[in-house]
């Protein structure tokens, strides 16, 4: 696992980047719609610092700065870039494959960057070596292919009522149906196997000692769907230990910020 791979070797990471860790784990996530993929590029990358740490030396001083290096030493494994096209958490109906198109590279990156790891175009042009214009542009056309995106049917498993109806409203302002809101994981299963929702976005902790992911697991025992998580703690469940997640949101979240999610995770199957 990457997390005992990294724990071992830790004398030789700088503090921050043992701090940026998780959101780089979430980001190459993301950016290849694989939980293994992701952490392969990631694992890399990190071998590549523990050999020549002189590359830390000046670099390595902001988040900013530390995306930028990751972006950099990336490249000789671009091929890990969404290779696969599948992710472990399973794949929605065929029919999204038609349906759905795929965002470009740069335009995906920022977007991913701006929405998902709240860095400014300015940052995030800084990261992948562009110009801001060249930014801005991506980002404004990632944006409208999001709203191209067919609609889907969502189930929302959210305990709180405010946070769910805030989350419903997101999901159908982005031209998606939700077919129910679960607050345990009876209802949860029992609406997945109501509805066989395309995708599922699930709290983690939900009231009493119901759990988010538990009733993940018995969901993707009769259906084949993507699946985003919501936290207020993703540090805390990009660990590296056990199983994790693919796509992963922090509380509170933006409106544009789910879109995203939404539109990566349905995006794994389009290739």
Known sequence: MLGDQVSNTTNGLSEQLLATLPFLRRYARALTGSQNQGDQWVRLCVEVLLQQPELMQDSASSKVDIFALFHRLQRPFGALDRAGGVDDTGTAPERLKA????????????????????????????????????????????????????????????????????????VRDAGHQVVGIAATENAAVELAQKHTPDLVIADIQLKGHDNGMAAVRQILKSLSVPIIFVTGFPERLLTGEGIEPAFVITKPFDPDLLKTAMAQALNIVAI
């Open 99 to 170: 349906q759905i198109g795929e965002i470009p590279d740069r335009q995906r990156k920022v977007l991913l960057l701006t929405v998902l790891e709240g860095f400014t175009v300015e940052d995030s042009a800084h990261i992948l070596g562009i110009t801001d214009d060249e930014a801005e542009q991506a980002l404004r056309a990632a944006r409208d292919e999001l709203r191209r995106v067919a609609s889907v049917r969502v189930l929302v498993i959210e305990d709180e009522a405010v946070i769910a109806l805030d989350v419903a409203k997101i």
